[in-house]
C-alpha cells in the first residue's frame, strides 16, 4: 500500500527498524525535557523538513497529512491555551482566560506534539512492519512467540474491519425491525464488540492449534528475512545528533519566540 | 519482555488479537476525544478510560501473568499502525498503563474476575500516567480548579469504562461460551455450565 504513494527511497528506508525506534524514544526524552520554545521550534521544524525530504512519500500527501497534525496538535493544547495560569491577560471570555504564559506554554506543548508527530510519521513511511518483528527477534532476541503473535495478529486486522463492515450492513437491513437500542448506545457497543471479540478469540485459537501442531515452539530457528545493521543506521544516528545540535544553536542566536523558558 | 513462563502460544495469540479488536476501536474513538478536546475543560477525558479497556478484558479472558502488559502494549502499537502514526508517547503510555493494571492483578494474584477488581485496575491505570502527563503538558501550571476537573473525570472515567464497561464485556463473553477456549485451566470459566 505505501508503495503507490512513494516516489524514491532513501538511507531510512536501509536503516533498521530497531535503530529507529531507539531514536524515537530519545527524541521523545529530548521533547519533554526541552523547556526552550526557541530550541523546540527549530527542532519540530527541522522534522519536519525530513519527513517531507526523505520520506521519500508524494508531497501532496504529505501537506494533507502536515495540515491535519498541525490542526490536531491545536486541539490537544487547547486546556492550556485557555486555562493555564499567568499573569499579563491577552484575552478573558467567561472562564476562558488566554495569558501570554499560558499562549506560550500552549504553543509549546503542541511544538511537542508535532515534532513527535513528524519523526513518527517518517519512521511508518520509511519502515515494513514485519521487518520490526524480524528485527525484534533478531537483533533484540525477542521470543518467536511474541513477534509471530503479533505479526499474525495484525493479518487478522483486515479481515475483522471487514467484519465489522458487514455487522454494520446487517444492522442497517434490520433496523426497522429490531429496537433502537441495538443499534445505538451502550447495548450496541456491546453487542458488536462482543461479536467481534468472540469471532477474533475462534480465529486465533484456531490458528494457535494449528501452529503449535506444525512444531511452532521458541527454540532456535533461521530466517528467510534476514535484518542486520548496516552504515544506514550510523547515519541516522549522527544525523539525529546534528538535528539535536542544530535546533540548540539556532535556537540561542535567532529567537522567534520572546521568551526563553516556556514554564 | 521480561515475562514468566506459563503464557502459551495459544494465550499470547489471543491477547494480541483481542487487543487488535480494540486497536481498532481506539482509532475510531481517537476521533471522539480530539471532537471534545477543542473546548480545553477536559471533557475528553471522560472518554479517557476506554484506552485501559484492553489490557482488563484480556486479563479477564485469559487470567495470566503478564496478560494485562502485553495486551495494552499491543493495542497502544496496534493504535499506531491502524492510524498509521507511529507514536512513540503512545506506545510509553501503553506499556504504563499496562503495568499499572498487572500490579493490580498481581497483588489479588490473577485469581479474581470480580468487578472491583476490574474497577481498581482501570482507576490504577487511569492515575498511572498523571506523573507523565504533568512533565509532558505543564499540568502544574493550570488553573486549579481546571487541574481537579481534569483528575476527577480521569479517575470517574477509568473506573467506570475500563472497570465497570470492560466487565459487562467479559460477562457478555463468557455468555457466548468463547471462553471455554482459553486461559488459564483453572479460571473456570464454564463454572456453572
Known amino acids: ?263 | 519482555m521480561t515475562l514468566r513462563k506459563g503464557l502459551t502460544l495459544a494465550d499470547v495469540l489471543i491477547t494480541v488479537v483481542v487487543a487488535l479488536v480494540f486497536a481498532v476501536v481506539y482509532s475510531i474513538w481517537g476521533g471522539v476525544y480530539t471532537a471534545l478536546q477543542p473546548l480545553g475543560l477536559h471533557l475528553n477525558e471522560l472518554v479517557y478510560g476506554v484506552w485501559f479497556i484492553a489490557a482488563v478484558v484480556a486479563y479477564l479472558i485469559i487470567r495470566k501473568p503478564g496478560v494485562a502488559l502485553i495486551a495494552e502494549f499491543a493495542a497502544a502499537s496496534g493504535e499506531t499502525i491502524v492510524m498509521l502514526q507511529f507514536d512513540v508517547m503512545l506506545m510509553l503510555y501503553g506499556v504504563i498503563q499496562g503495568l499499572a493494571c498487572e500490579i493490580v492483578f498481581a497483588l489479588i494474584r490473577y485469581k479474581s474476575v470480580s468487578l472491583m477488581a476490574a474497577v481498581s485496575a482501570g482507576v490504577a491505570a487511569a492515575l498511572s500516567t498523571l506523573p507523565l502527563d504533568w512533565f509532558y503538558g505543564y499540568l502544574g501550571q493550570l488553573e486549579t480548579w481546571n487541574l481537579v476537573l481534569m483528575i476527577g473525570f480521569r479517575v470517574l472515567s477509568g473506573a467506570l469504562i475500563a472497570g465497570w464497561l470492560a466487565h459487562v464485556l467479559y460477562r457478555a463473553l463468557k455468555e457466548t461460551g468463547v471462553l471455554k477456549l482459553v486461559g488459564s485451566r483453572r479460571a473456570g470459566h464454564d463454572e456453572g455450565l
Open chain 1, 1 to 263: 500500500m505505501l508503495d503507490m504513494i512513494k516516489n524514491y527511497t532513501t538511507f531510512i528506508d536501509r536503516t533498521n527498524p530497531v535503530t529507529k525506534l531507539s531514536l524515537g524514544v530519545m527524541i521523545f526524552i529530548t521533547v519533554v525535557l526541552m523547556h526552550n520554545p526557541n530550541q523546540l521550534f527549530y527542532l519540530a521544524l527541522m522534522l519536519m523538513l525530513t519527513l517531507l525530504l526523505f520520506s521519500g512519500v508524494r508531497i501532496r500527501y504529505l501537506v494533507l497529512l502536515i495540515g491535519v497534525m498541525l490542526a490536531f496538535g491545536l486541539f490537544s493544547s487547547a486546556y492550556m491555551i485557555f486555562y493555564g495560569e499567568g499573569r499579563t491577560t491577552l484575552f478573558s471570555f467567561g472562564i476562558i482566560h488566554v495569558t501570554e504564559e499560558s499562549l506560550m506554554r500552549g504553543i509549546h506543548i503542541m511544538m511537542r506534539g508535532l515534532a513527535l508527530s513528524f519523526f513518527g510519521a517518517l519512521i511508518i513511511f520509511t519502515t515494513r512492519i514485519t521487518d520490526v518483528f524480524y528485527s525484534l527477534m533478531q537483533q533484540l532476541r525477542i521470543k518467536p512467540k511474541y513477534a509471530y503473535s503479533f505479526m499474525a495478529a495484525i493479518r487478522m486486522v483486515p479481515i475483522i474491519a471487514r467484519e465489522y463492515i458487514s455487522l454494520r450492513q446487517a444492522r442497517k437491513v434490520r433496523k426497522p425491525l429490531i429496537h433502537k437500542k441495538y443499534v445505538s448506545g451502550i447495548t450496541g457497543f456491546k453487542t458488536t464488540i462482543v461479536t467481534l471479540l468472540s469471532q477474533s478469540i475462534r480465529r486465533a485459537w484456531r490458528l494457535s492449534v494449528a501452529m503449535e501442531s506444525k512444531g511452532f515452539d521458541d527454540g532456535p530457528r533461521t530466517y528467510y528475512h534476514q535484518t542486520s545493521f548496516s552504515i544506514s543506521d550510523f547515519w541516522l544516528v549522527i544525523f539525529t545528533v546534528l538535528l539535536f545540535i542544530f535546533s540548540m544553536i539556532f535556537g540561542t542566536i535567532i529567537e522567534p519566540f520572546a521568551t526563553t523558558d516556556a514554564r
